[in-house]
């Protein structure tokens, strides 16, 4: 037998000429192939255009935009990503034209003004929607006991948009049940949704969202599951089977790449192409059903992430289970999370889980969070650098 081999290259796409499809013996049809997992084909228009712009080395979010200009990016904004990324004194007192120049933000054009590319304004301007149409989350929630539904819209800078909406989510939707059987001392913490896959979720469908496709970000909140819809594909190598089938994807490719870099710094996302496992692995904790991706063809141009309401907490919500009582929280839980603030006040919450028996990394955020409402915990100072600072035991 005979092996070609081929580096990758530049220069492409490359495509087969009618000589192999009108060859008795090859009879390969012709076009432009593409890999997708161990099978080669002809791609569909969708497939097709991605491979397109792909060569053609085409970024919307590196763009300039067709009307931004520094004026329309917020300087304050600016000034809070610098501090929250620890970025050093000298660069977070520049001017604002000097900070847009250093971040890359901006291009001076021929008449001396200066233009913001796309990411910046997704990143920086106040509402983003004034400038890429439909740069927006909307959660559309099911009005329980009717057929109604309700939207909310989350409309400025990207990366407050992911912040707003979880917060959002932990304030309004997530909710939990502490279980206690009868014949155990031991008690079991079941959430609703695991806020750790809700984050993922969420912040993947903003990072991975074709920003110059008109459509938004939405999330379907309805009785027992929620829906996080796209309206792209994922980049290849990435298709929806690999989403339902793997766990973590090393060669990931990114649409925004400055988005991602960003979001990185900001500790919105960990490491690269490991939201997914996350997302897994916290349904799997919580005995949650497993995450399904639509759509089921290679046709059809969005993207679909289903996560289901945990069944044992949905049957618990719907009847009583005389063999186990049920409580919002448990004070002990919480008192244990206090003192171990004091104790140590840069602890973090994943610190925090692992020296508490039975919960959950999750479980401890909930926690932390319904203690940051109440007002009987703030935390003072950056999200790696910051610290806790308990009411009422300052001094301890």
């Given at each position: 037998y005979l092996v070609v081999a081929i580096e990758q290259g530049s220069n492409g796409p490359y495509q087969t000429n009618e000589k192999a499809e009108k060859d008795k013996e090859i009879k390969l049809k012709q076009g432009r192939y593409i890999r997708i997992n161990r099978d080669t084909k002809l791609p569909n228009p969708t497939e097709e255009f991605e491979l397109l712009k792909k060569f053609a080395n085409f970024s919307f979010s590196s763009d300039l935009n067709n009307t931004a200009t520094i004026d329309n990016l917020n300087y304050e904004y600016m000034k809070e990503y610098l501090v929250q990324t620890n970025a050093k004194q000298d660069i977070r007192n520049m001017s604002k034209l000097d900070m847009a120049k250093s971040m890359g933000l901006v291009s001076e054009n021929e008449y001396g003004s200066y233009r913001a590319?796309?990411?910046?304004?997704?990143?920086?301007?106040?509402?983003?929607?004034?400038?890429?149409?439909?740069?927006?989350?909307?959660?559309?929630?099911?009005?329980?006991?009717?057929?109604?539904?309700?939207?909310?819209?989350?409309?400025?800078?990207?990366?407050?948009?992911?912040?707003?909406?979880?917060?959002?989510?932990?304030?309004?939707?997530?909710?939990?049940?502490?279980?206690?059987?009868?014949?155990?001392?031991?008690?079991?913490?079941?959430?609703?949704?695991?806020?750790?896959?809700?984050?993922?979720?969420?912040?993947?469908?903003?990072?991975?969202?074709?920003?110059?496709?008109?459509?938004?970000?939405?999330?379907?909140?309805?009785?027992?599951?929620?829906?996080?819809?796209?309206?792209?594909?994922?980049?290849?190598?990435?298709?929806?089977?690999?989403?339902?089938?793997?766990?973590?994807?090393?060669?990931?490719?990114?649409?925004?790449?400055?988005?991602?870099?960003?979001?990185?710094?900001?500790?919105?996302?960990?490491?690269?192409?490991?939201?997914?496992?996350?997302?897994?692995?916290?349904?799997?904790?919580?005995?949650?059903?497993?995450?399904?991706?639509?759509?089921?063809?290679?046709?059809?141009?969005?993207?679909?992430?289903?996560?289901?309401?945990?069944?044992?907490?949905?049957?618990?919500?719907k009847v009583g289970n005389t063999t186990q009582e049920t409580t919002q929280e448990t004070t002990n839980v919480i008192n244990k999370i206090l003192t171990l603030m004091v104790e140590n006040p840069r602890i973090t919450a994943k610190q925090i889980s692992n020296k508490i028996e039975n919960i959950t990394f999750d479980g401890v955020r909930y926690h932390i969070s319904n203690l940051k409402k109440s007002g009987k915990i703030r935390r003072e100072g950056s999200t790696k650098s910051g610290k806790w600072i308990v009411k009422g035991r300052e001094n301890e």
């Open positions: 590319r796309n990411f910046a304004v997704l990143m920086f301007a106040e509402t983003p929607n004034k400038f890429i149409p439909n740069a927006h989350v909307e959660i559309i929630r099911e009005v329980v006991g009717t057929d109604k539904m309700e939207a909310k819209r989350f409309d400025g800078p990207v990366w407050l948009q992911v912040k707003q909406v979880n917060r959002y989510f932990e304030d309004n939707i997530m909710a939990s049940y502490t279980i206690r059987e009868a014949d155990k001392i031991e008690h079991r913490i079941v959430y609703n949704y695991p806020l750790t896959a809700f984050e993922e979720l969420a912040t993947n469908a903003i990072l991975h969202k074709e920003y110059d496709t008109p459509e938004y970000v939405g999330i379907y909140i309805y009785r027992d599951r929620i829906s996080f819809v796209n309206h792209n594909r994922p980049l290849p190598p990435v298709t929806i089977e690999a989403l339902n089938n793997n766990r973590s994807f090393d060669k990931r490719q990114y649409l925004n790449k400055e988005l991602k870099d960003m979001f990185f710094s900001l500790n919105l996302i960990e490491f690269y192409g490991s939201g997914i496992r996350r997302a897994k692995d916290a349904l799997k904790n919580n005995g949650s059903p497993k995450l399904k991706f639509y759509p089921d063809n290679d046709v059809d141009n969005y993207t679909n992430a289903v996560m289901k309401i945990n069944k044992e907490f949905f049957n618990s919500s």
